[in-house]
């Protein structure tokens, strides 16, 4: 029962880092385009583009 107990959270608390990076990588190129100004306007092209589709 004691042996279970922590190996329960552990894999519970690698699965959520697991996923934290998999959401941050996304999250770090949307970020770095609009911050760029010659990406942020190709990024506002591709958002008209893409709402006009």
């Given at each position: 029962m ?40 190709r ?11």
């Amino acid at each position: 029962m004691r042996r279970r107990r922590p190996r329960n959270p552990a894999s519970k608390g690698r699965s959520p880092h697991h996923n934290n990076p998999t959401t941050v990588s996304p999250r770090l190129p949307m970020p770095s385009g609009p911050t760029l100004p010659p990406r942020s306007s190709r990024g506002r092209t591709a958002m008209d583009l893409a709402k006009s589709m």
